[in-house]
C-alpha cells in the first residue's frame, strides 16, 4: 500500500529544493522521494530518487520518443510502487494530452532500472491501434495511467485515454501489462468494458 505526504520547502544551497512526495512501501523498506526545484531556464526541474536503510540513487530518466525530453523536464510524475518493492511505475506528463509512462524493476536496495521494454505507453499505444484496426501507426498523443497491480504481483492493469490517439478518441480503455516481459494484452473481461471506449476521431 503506498502513502504519500506533502512536506514543507526547504532550502538547498543557492536554490530552492521543494520535497513534493514521499512515497513508502508497505514494509517501509522502501522510500520513493520526488523533488523540484528552479532550472537555469526560470522553469522547474523535477528529479526522484529511491532510497532504503543503506543506500540512496536517482530513479533514470528515460525520453519520451521524438519529443526527446526526459521526466526531469516541466511537470511532476506520479509514481506507484508494486507491492514487494519489486517494480515501480511511473506516469509523466510532457504536454497537453500528452504523457510517458515507464516501467522499473529493482535489482539491489535502492537500485531500480529500466524494464525490458520501458516505454508501456508504446506498448500500450500499439496493442490499442492493432484491436482497434488504426490506420496510422502509434503515436506520442494520448496518456497512460495506472489503475492497479494484479494479485499474483506479476501484472499491472493500465487505461488508455486522449484525444486523436492513431485517429480515435479514447477513455479508460483497458489492458493488462506483463511485468517480467513488458508485454500488453487485453483479458476477456477486459474486452466486454472497452466496448465502446473509443471512436473515430473528428480531427
Not at 4 to 16: G, Q
Not at 18 to 26: D, G, V
Not at 69 to 74: E, F, K, P
Request: aromatic content about 6%.
Amino acid at each position: 500500500m503506498e502513502t504519500s505526504a506533502r512536506l514543507a520547502r526547504c532550502t538547498c544551497m543557492l536554490r530552492v529544493c521543494i520535497l513534493l512526495a514521499l512515497t513508502t512501501s508497505a514494509t517501509a523498506g522502501v522510500r520513493v522521494e520526488q523533488t523540484s526545484r528552479d532550472a537555469a531556464d526560470g522553469g522547474l526541474e523535477y528529479q526522484v530518487t529511491i532510497a532504503d536503510d543503506t543506500s540512496h540513487a536517482a530513479l533514470p530518466e528515460l525520453a519520451l520518443g521524438v519529443y526527446g525530453t526526459t521526466a526531469t523536464v516541466g511537470f511532476e510524475s506520479q509514481l506507484h510502487l508494486a507491492p514487494g518493492d519489486a517494480w515501480l511505475f511511473r506516469e509523466q506528463k510532457i504536454a497537453h494530452g500528452v504523457g510517458g509512462a515507464y516501467l522499473y524493476r529493482r535489482v539491489k536496495g535502492a537500485v531500480f532500472v529500466a524494464s525490458a521494454k520501458p516505454r508501456v505507453d508504446l506498448t500500450v499505444k500499439t496493442l490499442f491501434g492493432k484491436l482497434a484496426g488504426a490506420r496510422r501507426p502509434a503515436d506520442e498523443m494520448g496518456i497512460v495511467e495506472f489503475v492497479e497491480w494484479t494479485r499474483d504481483r506479476k501484472a499491472m492493469v493500465v487505461a488508455l485515454r486522449g484525444r486523436d490517439v492513431s485517429r480515435f478518441d479514447v477513455v479508460d480503455w483497458r489492458c493488462t501489462v506483463d511485468l517480467a516481459t513488458g508485454r500488453a494484452h487485453v483479458t476477456a473481461a477486459q474486452a466486454r468494458a472497452n466496448r465502446g471506449t473509443f471512436h473515430r476521431s473528428s480531427r
